[in-house]
């Protein structure tokens, strides 16, 4: 079973989300404009579950860029609900803003096998990016601009949009619209399964072992070789991979830094845009004053370089 740690850390990713948030709205929004809110907008169906997702928009006229927000929790837990002051702040400096569910990884039990394991989520978060894009008109903004943020599992996940095509593509409403997005940012996220996620002797190891087993259905890694490759940003890197922004801490006992640090250098040797911060004295995620100060610059920097060419008012 999911081991109980991990369910006790929401108030470890709270906090970190709520620094963020907060410093992420006070970012040149000295006079925010209002948002237009709308929340648990169904972006797809999985079996008889609806894909939910929350939008945020600037009340502005123009054609504005997307950003979507994918969280983390171990694929198993978390919800849209914990980027959603991010997504607002974010919004109220020009963006369409979007946080998203996606299906959450349950352990096998009761002679049941492990549910929703990959790629159910990865399917998820391509499918809201399509959706997004198909929905142009509606929210009003650039299909052709579009960046995603997530962090821990929610890093692996944007990571993955970045490097891998659409996996599925029987929508027939959908077929037109590319899941990949002009800017990934990730956070804290694992990269390559082939190797443990966590440090080695982490206090983490163990829970960390299971949560990963359980995204590889169930697997133990000497039975997975194929799904490791598969649910591994770092082997799909490519000509097409989007610009990325990483950051990680390096101390770090969920996910080792070593994953940020070869996945970045991966990306530079296939000639990529990437930029890697690897903070000291910081684990998963980051609270240090300067450290949120440069996620932030940096952050809203890298977006309005690759996202900010919306089309004029129209």
């Given at each position: 079973?999911?081991?109980?740690?991990?369910?006790?850390?929401?108030?470890?990713?709270?906090?970190?989300?709520?620094?963020?948030?907060?410093?992420?709205?006070?970012?040149?929004?000295?006079?925010?404009?209002?948002?237009?809110?709308?929340?648990?907008?169904?972006?797809?169906?999985?079996?008889?579950?609806?894909?939910?997702?929350?939008?945020?928009?600037?009340?502005?006229?123009?054609?504005?860029?997307?950003?979507?927000?994918?969280?983390?929790?171990?694929?198993?837990?978390?919800?849209?609900?914990?980027?959603?002051d991010m997504a607002k702040g974010l919004a109220a400096q020009g963006y369409v803003c979007f946080s998203i569910d996606y299906r959450l990884v349950k352990p096998a039990e009761a002679?049941?096998?492990?549910?929703?394991?990959?790629?159910?989520?990865?399917?998820?978060?391509?499918?809201?990016?399509?959706?997004?894009?198909?929905?142009?008109?509606?929210?009003?903004?650039?299909?052709?601009?579009?960046?995603?943020?997530?962090?821990?599992?929610?890093?692996?996940?944007?990571?993955?949009?970045?490097?891998?095509?659409?996996?599925?593509?029987?929508?027939?409403?959908?077929?037109?619209?590319?899941?990949?997005?002009?800017?990934?940012?990730?956070?804290?996220?694992?990269?390559?399964?082939?190797?443990?996620?966590?440090?080695?002797?982490?206090?983490?190891?163990?829970?960390?072992?299971?949560?990963?087993?359980?995204?590889?259905?169930?697997?133990?890694?000497?039975?997975?070789?194929?799904?490791?490759?598969?649910?591994?940003?770092?082997?799909?890197?490519?000509?097409?991979?989007?610009?990325?922004?990483?950051?990680?801490?390096?101390?770090?006992?969920?996910?080792?830094?070593?994953?940020?640090?070869?996945?970045?250098?991966?990306?530079r040797q296939a000639g990529r845009d990437v930029k890697l911060y690897a903070f000291d004295?910081?684990?998963?995620?980051?609270?240090?004053?300067?450290?949120?100060?440069?996620?932030?610059?940096?952050?809203?920097?890298?977006?309005?370089?690759?996202?900010?060419?919306?089309?004029?008012?129209?």
């Open positions: 079973m999911l081991d109980e740690r991990w369910m006790r850390r929401p108030l470890l990713r709270r906090m970190l989300l709520l620094l963020l948030s907060l410093a992420l709205l006070c970012t040149g929004c000295a006079a925010q404009a209002p948002l237009t809110t709308e929340l648990d907008i169904v972006y797809g169906r999985a079996g008889d579950t609806d894909l939910l997702l929350d939008s945020f928009r600037p009340n502005d006229e123009r054609v504005l860029p997307a950003v979507i927000f994918i969280h983390g929790g171990g694929w198993a837990a978390g919800s849209r609900a914990d980027y959603r002679g049941r096998p492990v549910t929703n394991p990959w790629p159910a989520p990865f399917d998820d978060c391509q499918r809201a990016v399509r959706w997004v894009r198909a929905h142009a008109d509606r929210f009003k903004l650039d299909a052709k601009h579009v960046g995603v943020l997530g962090g821990s599992a929610g890093g692996h996940l944007v990571a993955c949009l970045g490097t891998m095509d659409t996996r599925d593509n029987s929508d027939a409403d959908l077929a037109g619209f590319s899941s990949r997005p002009e800017a990934v940012v990730d956070i804290s996220g694992p990269t390559d399964f082939a190797v443990d996620i966590a440090p080695e002797g982490s206090k983490d190891a163990g829970w960390v072992k299971v949560v990963t087993q359980n995204l590889l259905q169930g697997k133990p890694r000497d039975q997975a070789a194929e799904l490791i490759r598969e649910a591994s940003p770092i082997y799909h890197i490519d000509a097409k991979t989007s610009p990325m922004l990483i950051f990680h801490g390096k101390a770090d006992t969920i996910v080792n830094v070593d994953q940020a640090v070869r996945f970045d250098a991966a990306l004295g910081e684990g998963h995620g980051f609270g240090q004053k300067a450290n949120v100060e440069t996620f932030i610059r940096e952050t809203v920097a890298f977006f309005g370089r690759l996202l900010k060419a919306a089309p004029a008012a129209q």
